[in-house]
């Protein structure tokens, strides 16, 4: 009886096990191609050559980031620094080239050099200084974002033409970042299946104590491990400074997450002893498909966080589950393994590309809507100022039937080229950026000429490329301004302190300047202190907090935007509007009203709705044929309380 009914089970379930299994052992391919159906199927701008390019080298920096965290992950633990290593080494490797003129060659050597060390002093802390790997990466993210910054003096530095073509194609349609993604990838799958070391993390990742008792050396492999894991970091950071034409010092915030993210879809465990490089590579693929897709879809750049917040968590349960249901683990497999996945991978293929061929039938004879197309790249929609922006462009998008797709770049110059590569595939009418730097947008803007896409500039100018208008206020002007306003309130004397914008952006950049300049006609105004609050009201409180302990007798206060100007008011308490005078920048809403109570003395004021409406206006223009000034300059104005109430944004 017992054996008829193991027998009867097993004959039952044979088919629908063996597909169980299957998905259970490949859930991360399994999603990848339900992504690729899904978006397929909602946007007939999805599946395109171009565009399906555009995946791959929107995935290829997080995938190396990922491949190299992978060995780490595999052997239970964590590395948060990839993602300023990868800034590190960009600006060691550009400063090196330019300001102290070394070969490029020894300058991509010592950008290499540089993520080992790194990822060494993380292995040292961690082996023998007994530091948990969060804490001894958490430390490193913070001191290699530090020296980057210090290096480049919180500017971007140009980098050498001949660096620069790794972000190129080759034969004008293959781009060099996903041949890098593909070389990175087999080093990684080659060291995890085929070396001594690879195998040497998974024994660790398995059972550490196990692993240490067997022989093996576990403080020098964790050695190694995280130098790894460095050397990755470093490619990883030189690709994506290639792409921007440029090493920014603030390159790959957050993209540690993203690399870790990738790597847990991929079907590793954060537990360690498995974990693969085709799954990482797979994990980086859902993750770039994801926001491809939903940029496509003009899903707001909010609601994607929360998409991809999502994915990562059914990720870890899946993993979770399938553990339970005794499925494959992900490991380094040989053999017959290997050859049924590679049967595997191939059958997956033949499926997406015939589901998605039929889906493709869904756009097929789609009539072109009638309404121009445009799609407008913001720096940040975390600041009152670019939400007016969008307001206003959104505005004249209504009242002239212009069907406008808006993007957040979250003040990330790598998000914002992807974002501008979708709208040049997507074959947008017309495109207006407003850059979060002006030099890394250079590349994507020189993709969309290509492409004869008129481009609009709004707030920031592109260097290096050439746009159709470029409608801003003057950012130096307005900085000048206001250094001239608050040395006039002062009487031409007194202490003051400057709030700087984020380090490495132009418009910080701008202002600084401005500020300076202006202040020079004033030699009775001493600047006790200048320091960066990163255009946030919560950090200029802090900073403006601190500052008051070392200097209370100071009379002045120039902030580099409202936002910054706001938290200094609340630092301030009652001396603000009394005895301390604040100037801030933009001429926001909660701005006006700070001066209107008579809080914030000053903004110099940029109208930003009136520069989203003319960049609409002129881009409509330039899409028909029209015209167009190469400079529409929107004028400042300083607004206090004696004509606030009269002026409009």
């Not at 200084?129 to 210090?150: C, N």
């Not at 799954?279 to 859902?286: D, E, P, R, S």
């Not at 249901?325 to 590679?342: F, L």
């Not at 009242?399 to 003040?411: E, I």
Request: hydrophobic share 50%; proline share 3%.
């Amino acid at each position: 009886m017992a054996t008829d009914t193991l027998k009867g089970t097993t004959g039952a379930g044979g088919a629908s096990g063996g597909l169980r299994r299957l998905l259970l052992d490949n859930g991360a391919l399994t999603a990848l191609i339900v992504l690729v159906i899904a978006m397929s199927a909602l946007s007939g701008d999805f599946l395109t050559t171009d565009n399906l390019l555009n995946v791959g080298v929107q995935a290829a920096v997080t995938a190396i980031l990922a491949f190299g965290v992978t060995f780490v992950i595999v052997s239970a633990g964590i590395d948060l620094s990839v993602g300023s290593v990868a800034a590190l080494s960009a600006t060691v490797l550009a400063w090196s080239a330019t300001s102290a003129g070394v070969p490029v060659f020894l300058a991509v050597l010592l950008a290499i050099a540089t993520g080992i060390v790194c990822g060494l002093v993380n292995g040292i802390l961690i082996s023998y200084g007994k530091l948990p790997p969060f804490i001894a990466t958490l430390a490193m993210l913070s001191v290699a974002r530090g020296l980057s910054l210090v290096i480049s003096e919180g500017s971007p530095i140009a980098f050498p033409d001949s660096v620069s073509h790794l972000g190129d194609t080759l034969g004008g349609w293959l781009p060099v970042p996903v041949l890098v993604m593909i070389v990175m990838g087999l080093i990684a799958a080659f060291v995890l299946g085929r070396t001594y070391i690879g195998r040497s993390m998974y024994a660790i990742g398995g059972n550490e104590e196990a692993a240490r008792l067997s022989g093996l050396r576990v403080k020098k492999q964790k050695l190694a491990i995280y130098a790894f894991s460095g050397v990755f970091a470093a490619v990883a950071g030189v690709v994506l400074a290639a792409r921007l034409s440029s090493a920014q010092p603030q390159a790959a915030d957050g993209y540690e997450l993203d690399a870790i993210a990738a790597v847990v879809i991929g079907g590793a465990s954060l537990a360690g002893g498995t974990g693969k490089a085709s799954g990482t590579l797979i994990g980086a693929l859902i993750l770039a498909v994801l926001r491809n897709g939903l940029n496509l879809l003009n899903v707001s750049a909010f609601w994607q966080q929360v998409v991809i917040g999502v994915v990562i968590a059914l990720a870890v349960l899946f993993d979770t589950l399938r553990r339970k249901a005794g499925a494959t683990p992900v490991a380094g497999a040989s053999g017959g393994g290997k050859g049924r996945q590679a049967a595997t991978y191939g059958l997956a293929a033949v499926v997406t590309v015939a589901i998605v061929g039929a889906t493709s039938f869904l756009h097929n004879g789609s009539s072109a809507a009638s309404s121009p197309k445009m799609g407008l790249s913001l720096s940040t929609l975390n600041n009152p100022f670019f939400v007016q922006i969008r307001a206003g462009a959104e505005a004249e998008a209504e009242k002239r039937g212009v069907d406008l797709t808006v993007t957040d770049a979250q003040n990330d110059a790598s998000q914002q080229a992807n974002q501008l590569q979708n709208f040049t595939s997507s074959g947008l009418g017309a495109i207006i950026v407003n850059p979060v730097d002006s030099d890394a947008a250079s590349n994507s803007v020189k993709a969309a000429d290509k492409a004869k896409i008129p481009v609009i500039a709004v707030d920031r100018g592109v260097n290096k490329a050439s746009v159709d208008a470029l409608v801003a206020s003057d950012n130096v002007a307005g900085g000048e301004l206001a250094a001239k306003t608050i040395a006039d309130k002062l009487g031409g004397k007194g202490k003051i302190v400057i709030l700087q914008g984020q380090a490495g952006t132009s418009a910080a950049r701008e202002r600084a300047q401005g500020f300076a300049n202006g202040l020079k006609a004033f030699p009775g105004i001493q600047v006790v202190a200048q320091q960066p609050a990163d255009f946030d009201r919560t950090k200029g409180l802090d900073v403006m907090s601190n500052l008051l302990q070392a200097h209370p007798d100071v009379q002045g206060v120039i902030a580099a935007n409202d936002e910054m100007a706001l938290g200094a008011i609340k630092a301030l308490g009652s001396k603000a509007g009394t005895s301390v005078s604040v100037v801030g920048f933009d001429g926001t809403p909660d701005g006006l009203k700070a001066v209107e109570g008579g809080t914030l003395y000053a903004s110099v004021a940029q109208q930003p709705s009136q520069l989203g409406k003319i960049a609409v206006d002129n881009a409509l223009r330039a899409l028909k044929g029209e015209k167009v000034e190469e400079t529409v300059k929107v004028p400042v104005k300083v607004v206090t309380k004696e004509n606030v109430a009269g002026f409009s944004g």
